[in-house]
């Protein structure tokens, strides 16, 4: 069995695998071709804890054969939310090995995503941790089970209220005694990688109500991580430290954790962005590069105003998720002492890279150039014709890394992708004479919160939910660090309706708190366009003036309450 997806057309499949993109080897490789030569090479630090090549293969191997014991089968799917540590990795290869097909929802994500996400992919097996509030107790866990009953089994990391110990099953030491699926070690049987299948789901940022679903072969994110590690000139002697959540496109492939361990370097996990916690581990580490959002890499600035010298390893800052405004760009080599890349990629697959070689101007002011020669990219207008080079236009792309349909969602594919197959990002960019992509704005109901997406109908949803709210519509408003922050217009049938009533219903809907709407405008109506539509464009306007007027210094009031 395996995870249906829309699959390449044949004949660019076949060029694929001509080009060399696809290789036909399973991700699973990304590990096992380092043990011959480099397997007592450092591969992972977390905290206190190491692994060499050799350990982490053997701990992802050790919690392979403990999954198989419990009789998970290929294309099978789990939900996995961990936070920042080693562990992330070890799944994320165990499940590969066994076949096991994983939605890696970020830890910010709260039981809104992931009911969402396991009613999607039906999972027979959760990997989460009790650091999280969520997983605390059992209780959200049984509730889960009981609304997707294919989910069987639980392995907690850190102390387990409920399920299995994660750590038992990765040292081999516990197998869920009793079940009538516990095999003998001798009877495993391995199963048979096929590459041109889904090796895992990526996450997309998203403009639907429900979050949805990007199908990744191994073929084809394989080929993103093997051509990003070239791009970003990655070896033995690169270290890189995770910052962002692990699970996020840019920190896994671009090139991100699997493009180190594809060099043989070694990734140092960090719990989150602050120069607080990121400053020691590079100075301990002696880490040579890492990735962030433009929000982070403002606190960083400023911290390293008062202090640098923790920064004297660092080599290459990446910067994406968000637009990296020029001014910003202009102050990172001098402050931090480091070379800058701006990255612009995405979950569904296009990543753009500017380059080591490139002049200071590409490196200030471009998002990069794509990976591949085979990356087609469109810039086209609204009526789907392509604009001349240095005019604006919505971006649509596909390529040997680039999807082809979100999971199980025929009728969001008619209008995500053209009728040849090229997805619609939903970016509007203008290319350079030299093939350079500048992102100047968006066409998708998105908002880009320093790098964290929010789709404005699932807020929007969410907001009428409750019946005093009769209208709502999420905009972005402008922030000097965030870039945008989120701002809801609401209709309400009740006057005295409290911003902190919707906060409140909106956080007993268990939404990401990364979702939540920076501010709430009480408005007597929307403005309409002329087709009958929310006109957003008038909200966005609407808010931006009143977000300048008011960075002029003046009382604070709050609409609502
Ligand atoms: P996601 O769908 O969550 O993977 O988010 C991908 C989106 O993030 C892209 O389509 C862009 O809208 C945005 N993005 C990523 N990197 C950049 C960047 N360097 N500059 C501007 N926008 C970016
Ligand atoms: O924002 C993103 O999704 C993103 C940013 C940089 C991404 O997916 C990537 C690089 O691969």
């Not at 920042?84 to 929802?105: D, R, S, T």
């Not at 960019?429 to 880009?448: A, C, F, H, P, S």
């Amino acid at each position: 069995m395996s995870i249906a997806f829309t699959p390449w057309p044949s004949d660019l499949a076949d060029l694929y695998r001509r080009k060399g993109y696809w290789t036909d080897v399973p991700m699973t490789d990304i590990l096992t071709r380092h043990l011959d030569e480099r397997a007592d090479h450092l591969a992972l630090i977390c905290g206190e804890r190491r692994w060499t090549y050799r350990q982490l293969e053997r701990d992802a191997e050790r919690l392979a054969a403990s999954l198989l014991r419990l009789g998970v089968k290929p294309g099978e799917t789990a939900l996995v939310h961990l936070p920042n540590v080693a562990e992330f990795y070890i799944v994320f290869f165990a499940l590969m090995k066994v076949g096991v097909v994983p939605v890696n929802a970020l830890f910010s994500h709260n039981r809104h995503e992931l009911t969402a996400y396991a009613e999607q992919i039906r999972p027979i097996l959760a990997i989460v941790s009790s650091r999280h509030s969520l997983f605390a107790e059992g209780e959200f866990a049984q509730a889960l089970s009981q609304q997707v009953p294919s989910l069987r089994h639980w392995l907690v990391e850190g102390e387990a209220e409920f399920g299995c110990s994660l750590a038992a099953a990765i040292s081999g030491t516990q197998v869920e005694q009793g079940s009538h699926n516990v095999q003998a070690a001798e009877a495993l049987t391995w199963p048979e990688l096929t590459a041109s299948e889904v090796a895992f789901f990526q996450l997309s940022g998203g403009s639907t109500g429900t979050p949805k679903l990007i199908p990744r072969t191994h073929n084809d994110y394989y080929y993103s991580v093997r051509a990003s590690a070239d791009i970003c000139q990655l070896d033995s002697d690169t270290v890189f430290l995770c910052a962002l959540p692990a699970p996020h496109n840019f920190t896994l492939s671009s090139p991100g954790a699997l493009g180190v361990f594809y060099a043989g370097g070694a990734v140092v996990l960090a719990a989150e962005p602050s120069p607080m916690t990121c400053f020691p581990l590079i100075k301990r580490h002696q880490v040579t590069m890492t990735s962030l959002v433009p929000p982070a890499v403002t606190l960083w600035l400023q911290a390293a105003a008062d202090d640098r010298s923790a920064l004297d390893s660092l080599q290459w800052l990446q910067v994406g998720g968000a637009r990296l405004g020029e001014s910003l760009a202009r102050r990172i080599e001098p402050e931090l002492g480091c070379r800058l890349q701006q990255v612009f990629g995405m979950a569904e697959g296009l990543v753009n890279y500017t380059r080591f070689d490139d002049s200071e101007w590409h490196v200030l002011n471009t998002q990069g150039r794509p990976i591949s020669d085979d990356d087609e990219v469109r810039i086209v207008d609204e009526d789907g014709q392509d604009v001349p080079r240095g005019t604006p236009g919505a971006l649509l792309t596909r390529g040997p890394y680039t999807f082809r349909g979100y999971y199980n969602s025929p009728e969001h594919n008619r209008v995500a992708f053209d009728q040849d197959g090229f997805y619609r990002s939903g970016d509007v960019v203008v290319m350079t004479e030299d093939g350079y992509l500048i992102v100047v704005g968006r066409d998708k109901d998105q908002i880009n919160r320093g790098g964290e997406k929010v789709a404005a109908e699932e807020i929007e949803n969410q907001l009428l939910a409750l019946p005093e709210i009769t209208q709502a519509a999420l905009v972005a408003m402008p922030d000097a660090v965030m870039g945008e922050k989120s701002c809801a217009f609401i209709v309400t049938s009740n006057p005295k309706l409290k911003t902190l009533s919707i906060r409140k219903h909106l956080r007993t809907c268990g939404i990401a708190d990364y979702k939540l709407p920076d501010r709430i405008e009480k408005v007597d109506a929307l403005p309409m366009t002329h087709v009958g539509k929310i006109d957003k464009k008038a909200l966005r306007q609407l808010i931006a003036n009143q977000v300048q007027a008011q960075s002029q210094p003046q009382p604070e009031k709050d609409v609502l309450s």
